[in-house]
């Protein structure tokens, strides 16, 4: 088991930018595809970015792509997500997510979960 650790959220203005971290605990972070997902207000939780365990390969939503990037440190036992070009319906709670493989993630089925970190975005 994994545990997940998420920093970096808070309140900035449409257009700016925010870097998110998860911290991941245990000695078996490599071997963990990792990524993001999101809950807006009223809405269903969705996936935002994955990164494969080695960071060769990453996966993004639609609505995301060419905004944000996901990126890890194995070394640090970190994932990151950096968001560019913030936009109001980005605002949400975003959760630090991993599991055996990046379909999982990206299917909305990851094994571990953090508590999340608010992320607002006001126009």
């Known amino acids: 088991q994994v545990q997940l650790v998420e920093s970096g959220g808070g309140l900035v203005q449409a257009g700016g930018s925010l870097r998110l971290s998860c911290a991941a605990s245990g000695r078996t972070f490599s071997s963990y595809a990792m990524g993001w997902l999101r809950q807006g207000p009223g809405k269903e939780r969705e996936f935002v970015a994955a990164?494969?365990?080695?960071?060769?390969?990453?996966y993004y939503a639609d609505s995301v792509k060419g905004r944000f990037t996901i990126s890890r440190d194995n070394a640090k036992n970190t994932v990151y997500l950096q968001m560019n070009s913030l936009k109001p319906e980005d605002t949400a709670v975003y959760y630090c997510?991993?599991?055996?493989?990046?379909?999982?993630?990206?299917?909305?089925?990851?094994?571990?979960w953090g508590q999340g970190t608010q992320v607002t975005v006001s126009s």
């Open positions: 997510a991993a599991a055996s493989s990046s379909s999982r993630i990206r299917s909305g089925v990851p094994t571990n």
């Open positions: 990164i494969s365990t080695t960071g060769g390969s990453t």
